[in-house]
């Protein structure tokens, strides 16, 4: 049982992430779609609800829901005017050479290894998906934060289906055999 004082229990923190996500317009399935295509050329039968899936378990991790929370934190506080200056007009005009956004969402790819890594750099680059629209939307809200999060999310979720392909392999099965075996086995996170 769960006695920890002053602790926040993971499943607090996994909802906190989730609803933050919802509030802010970023459905799974808008970075399943990013995951997809950059997954799909090295995973043949990779489908969507796989990328879902991944995204879910990434989701988990304690390194990813504090950025996330962080940095969702402080994009709604801009846009509710509540920064103190200059950081206010700072982060609300996502500033060219403020990169604190970029540093905390790359902080939170690390524990995927060097594939979310590299992932992470292409997405920041090639703004694909709803990365891209949030980029774009810029004077509908502030987004500072959160187009770096997404790609976060999902270079961590790519890099883990690349591992998860390997698996997969040596233990001789297809994606597709293995959501057949999903509901019998444990995931692996
Ligand atoms: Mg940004």
């Known amino acids: 049982m769960f006695t920890g004082k002053n602790i926040v229990h993971s499943d607090v923190v996994t909802k906190a992430t989730h609803d ?17 295509e950059m997954q799909v050329p090295y995973n043949e039968g990779l489908d969507l ?3 879902v899936d991944s995204i879910e378990k990434v989701l988990m991790k304690r390194e990813l829901q504090h950025a996330i929370l ?9 846009e509710q005017g509540k920064l103190s200056a200059p950081l206010q ?4 005009s996502d500033e060219g050479l403020f990169g604190v956004d970029e540093t905390i969402a790359l902080g939170a790819v690390f524990t995927y290894g060097s594939i979310a890594v590299t992932t992470f750099g292409h997405l ?12 774009t939307k810029k004077g509908i809200g502030v987004h500072t934060f959160l187009d770096d999060l997404v790609a976060s999310i999902a270079s961590c979720a790519a890099s883990r289906l690349a591992h998860r392909k390997r698996d997969l392999e040596e233990a001789g099965l297809t994606y597709k055999e293995a959501h057949k ?4 086995q444990p995931d692996q996170q």
Do not use: F
């Open 89 to 92: 007009q700072i982060v609300e």
């Open 20 to 36: 933050a996500l919802a509030r802010r317009g970023v459905t799974l399935e808008d970075i399943a779609n990013i995951v997809y």
């Open 70 to 78: 962080v940095g969702i934190e402080l994009d709604e506080l801009a």
């Open 124 to 135: 920041d680059k090639n703004k694909i998906g709803i990365i891209n629209d949030l980029d």
């Open 181 to 184: 075996l999903k509901n019998k």
């Open 49 to 51: 609800a796989e990328c």
